[in-house]
């Protein structure tokens, strides 16, 4: 006694609704993603009247100076002798690093000398002053 199979059982995935799940889950992706974006000190930035925008802010680290003699890189507080040791870290990841320097124009010159200091031991010559456009 032979036994025959009736049905025969289908191994493809259906591929209808597929466009709608991924479009679904671009629109979830796209809602629920956070950019980071840091924001620093208070400063007043002092005015130019030139400037010219940095290429790229994949390689920048931005450092920010504010009146009351305040530092900090990438949203921590700091003190000026801990600019070297975390410029130290950054410049090893990074060889390419460009040091933004976000500084109130009420700033104490003194503590931004000493940065450029900090900056010069750990070899991170590569400095940018950021700056707002100066308004005819």
């Known amino acids: 006694m032979k036994f025959s199979k009736k049905t025969q059982i289908s191994s493809e995935i259906p591929t209808a609704s597929m466009p709608d799940i991924i479009f679904m889950l671009l629109v979830f992706f796209m809602v ?16 130019a009247k030139r400037i010219e925008k940095l290429k790229s802010k994949r390689h920048t ?24 040791l975390v410029m130290y ?11 933004s320097l976000k500084g109130d124009e009420e700033a104490e010159m003194g503590l931004v000398s000493d940065i450029h200091e900090n900056l010069r031991e750990v070899e991170a010559l590569k400095l940018n002053y950021s700056s707002k456009t100066l308004v005819d």
């Open 32 to 47: 629920t993603t956070v950019l980071k974006e840091y924001s620093g000190l208070p400063v007043n930035l002092p005015k």
């Open 61 to 84: 680290v931005q450092v920010w100076v504010s009146k009351e003699g305040l530092i900090s890189i990438d949203d921590r507080l700091m003190g000026v002798d801990d600019v070297s």
């Open 89 to 99: 870290d950054k410049r090893v990841a990074d060889p390419q690093i460009v040091v």
